[in-house]
């Protein structure tokens, strides 16, 4: 017997209605959303609160559009909306003389998290927002776009040059050694490949580098100066090798990682420190097998050309996402 389409769909309503009638607060509010409250604390870098500073928060709905709630911190740097949402909110943070700043609350990925009388618990769910102030962005060397360098040799230190962005001469047309690398592998290709390590060192005293996190919520990632008092490392050591259980293992830096290098540094007679350039390697230092070569590497440097300056707050910021379409908030 053939059904109407409105029986057809009476039916199915009646369905999904049975289905969740013994479903939990928690996966109705999956389903169907629940109400969250949602208090932003606008704070800078040195955690001062910011006020006056444009917050737009979107309650998603994982079926249908959500809803965007817009407003000002006030005072204290506070910023409070309530809406339905299904387990995913989005806050953004603009203020003149900031850089921008976006946060993905996931309600949904808490599995603790309960929700009680249609509430995302607890009633109240407060985040700090961190937005970095502009200082004085310069105009540092860098390629736009992460650049891959064909290593010819194995088990040979070879020197690469930061600011011309390739090897020394006479491997290429590098003029100062900023560090130098040695790519060892197994000498395999294609899919009997199982591992490479590539060793990095810096060949003048006080050269080195050190290893942070990318500050994946603001439009300015990395850090907008290098740390002069920071302990620099003289050598790096990285791997990356295919395990007895057939998975990879790596140590080498990931895509959330960035270096800060302090190279080219000048001694007096004594020996004391005079000063140096200093430079950055943003994220997911790669190497391995190529086609054409024994090895290759890649990465996305960005150099200081000033002797002495730390500053590497990048004019142009290349290298920051859109914010400005996340989670519908336009």
């Not at 509430?119 to 650049?147: D, H, Y």
């Not at 996190?213 to 907008?224: G, W």
Request: charge should be positive.
């Amino acid at each position: 017997m053939n059904l109407c389409k409105f029986c057809s769909l009476t039916m199915t309503i009646a369905l999904m209605t049975c289905s969740c009638a013994g479903a939990t607060p928690r996966e109705r509010a999956e389903l169907y959303g629940a109400r969250a409250e949602i208090l932003v604390h606008v704070i800078d870098d040195n955690g001062t609160t910011v006020s006056n500073a444009d917050v737009q928060i979107y309650f998603g709905m994982s079926v249908r559009e959500g809803k965007t709630a817009k407003g000002q911190s006030d005072t204290l740097g506070r910023f409070s909306a309530r809406g339905d949402t299904t387990g995913e909110v989005y806050v953004n943070v603009t203020k003149s003389g900031f850089y921008e700043s976006a946060e993905k609350i996931e309600l949904v990925a808490d599995k603790m998290r309960e929700v009680v009388h249609g509430r995302w618990m607890p009633k109240e769910i407060c985040t700090n927002i961190v937005i970095r102030a502009i200082g004085k962005p310069v105009e540092l060397i860098t390629s736009q776009f992460s650049k891959d360098y064909q290593i010819a040799e194995r088990g040979e230190w070879i020197g690469f040059d930061l600011e011309k962005m390739d090897w020394v001469n006479p491997k290429g047309r590098g003029r100062v050694v900023d560090f130098e690398v040695l790519y060892e592998s197994d000498g395999k290709r294609l899919f009997d490949f199982t591992g490479a390590k590539l060793h990095v060192r810096f060949v003048r005293p006080f050269d080195g580098a050190y290893r942070r996190r990318l500050n994946k919520i603001s439009k300015m990632q990395t850090d907008p100066a290098a740390d002069t008092n920071a302990v620099y490392a003289s050598e790096l050591n990285f791997y990356v090798e295919k395990a007895q259980n057939k998975t990879w293992l790596s140590n080498k830096l990931s895509k959330d990682e960035f270096l800060v290098l302090r190279t080219r540094s000048r001694i007096d007679e004594k020996g004391k420190f005079i000063g140096a350039h200093y430079s950055l390697i943003k994220g997911d230092w790669t190497f391995g097998w190529s086609w054409d070569s024994f090895g290759c590497m890649g990465f996305r440097s960005f150099f200081n050309p000033t002797f002495n300056d730390p500053n590497l707050e990048e004019m142009n910021i290349y290298n920051t996402p859109n914010f400005r379409t996340i989670g519908g908030v336009k």
